[in-house]
């Protein structure tokens, strides 16, 4: 059974910083993390190909989140700095779909718990 173990949630100051990570078992050529607050839309805000080590990162996130892989842990960690408070959302790992440089395509994806990620002003 395909597993996401995610941690690193938690609730820091406008300006801070925070490491999700997100660990899986069984092969996968791409993880991803999403995040969702409540009534928009679940977006995207990296992935990265495990085997061309492409990845994707929207407008909103670049320049300030970073995804990164440990592939002896088979985990995915997604370092997150200058956080804003409309970084503020629920943070989703997802493993089975395909990253490329213009985005995810979540065919086929599995999902994670989610994690609450709360940044204060």
């Known amino acids: 059974e395909t597993q996401l173990v995610e941690s690193g949630g938690d609730s820091v100051q406008t300006g801070g910083s925070l490491r999700l990570s997100c660990t899986t078992s069984?092969?996968?050529?791409?993880m991803a993390w999403f995040r969702q607050t409540p009534g928009k839309e679940r977006e995207v805000v990296s992935c990265?190909?495990?085997?061309?080590?492409?990845?994707y990162y929207p407008d909103s996130v670049k320049g300030r989140f970073t995804i990164s892989r440990d592939n002896e842990r088979q985990t995915a960690y997604l370092q997150m700095n200058n956080l804003k408070p409309e970084d503020t959302a629920i943070y989703t790992c997802?493993?089975?779909?395909?990253?490329?440089?213009?985005?995810?395509?979540?065919?086929?994806?599995?999902w994670g718990q989610g994690l609450q990620v709360t940044v204060s002003s």
């Open positions: 069984g092969y996968t050529k791409c």
């Open positions: 990265i190909n495990w085997i061309s080590t492409i990845t």
């Open positions: 997802a493993r089975g779909g395909i990253c490329g440089s213009r985005g995810y395509e979540i065919k086929g994806t599995v």
